[in-house]
């Protein structure tokens, strides 16, 4: 089968091989299945496996690339928002697409990845957030800063990116109502500071923003950090935590120490960005 886009997506040469040798029963139904979750339908996708996944995603890109068009958003951003899917490849051992769920963003024209970092256009329907601490009410909408694990957070790149979010949301969606970015992250929770370098990059990266509350939910700091898929409960399973990254020393330390991790929600208002040097 040939995907059009296969060649940006970041994918090794192996997974490239499979790709181009799979065999496909019903071209018209394995169409109709692309199309529908490049419109957000996932339903049929959790019933496959990764490698067809990933099929299905490559195709559906096809489908959003005339979304691109039609606004004549640049070649670069969609290839560099579907670089994305080599990344998620990789966390899955290069089998294929297991995070389909969140794939669904991109393909469905909801985000997009603009220099270092990816917004996604967000209607904020979610009621367990805490709407008085935050700058924004329930039902507006935010754009979701999202930090894709693709090297060096460099702060310069970082204050590019969100200059240029604000630029290319003001072209390409106009009609789009929203005053804040968001950031919901393990790298702006409030308590950071007590374990992390000073001069660390994920706290100047939290220094671009105004954290407006932050609350004691660990997973994605194991998950992250530690690559863990759950959360240690004992002191002897801390104990475990590897060590071979000072951060990962600072951390364990801190909480071997009674401190916790957690979740930060944080955000800038768009009017404070200047936009990007000519």
Not at 151 to 157: A, F
Not at 265 to 273: D, H, V
């Amino acid at each position: 089968m040939k995907f059009k886009f296969i060649d940006y997506a970041d994918l090794n040469n192996e997974l490239k091989i499979k790709l181009s040798g799979l065999v496909v029963k019903d071209e018209v139904a394995f169409l109709r299945l692309a199309k529908a979750y490049s419109n957000g339908n996932t339903k049929k996708l959790k019933y496959l496996n990764d490698l067809y996944r990933l099929a299905v995603a490559l195709k559906a890109f096809e489908f959003t690339y005339i979304k691109y068009k039609k606004l004549n958003i640049p070649d670069s951003v969609f290839y560099s928002t579907l670089s994305d899917l080599g990344i998620w490849c990789r966390e899955n051992n290069n089998k294929g697409l297991k995070n389909y769920q969140w794939i669904k963003h991109h393909v469905s024209f909801e985000l997009f990845k603009i220099g270092r970092l990816q917004y996604e256009i967000h209607k904020c329907t979610n009621p367990a957030l805490n709407y008085s601490k935050l700058p924004f009410k329930y039902g507006d909408y935010v754009i979701n800063v999202h930090i894709p694990a693709c090297g060096k957070l460099d702060i310069k790149e970082c204050k590019k990116s969100l200059a240029c979010a604000v630029s290319f949301f003001g072209n390409y969606f106009p009609d789009l109502k929203w005053d804040c970015f968001l950031c919901e992250s393990w790298l702006v929770y409030g308590k950071n500071a007590e374990f992390m370098d000073k001069e660390s990059n994920i706290l100047k990266f939290t220094n671009l923003f105004t954290v407006n509350y932050s609350l004691n939910y660990e997973y994605q700091t194991y998950e992250r950090l530690f690559n863990l898929k759950h959360t240690p409960l004992f002191k002897f399973q801390i104990n475990k935590l590897p060590q071979n990254t000072d951060l990962q020393k600072r951390a364990k330390k801190y909480r071997l120490s009674g401190g916790r991790f957690g979740i930060g929600f944080a955000t800038i208002k768009k009017q404070t960005l200047k936009a990007p040097a000519e």
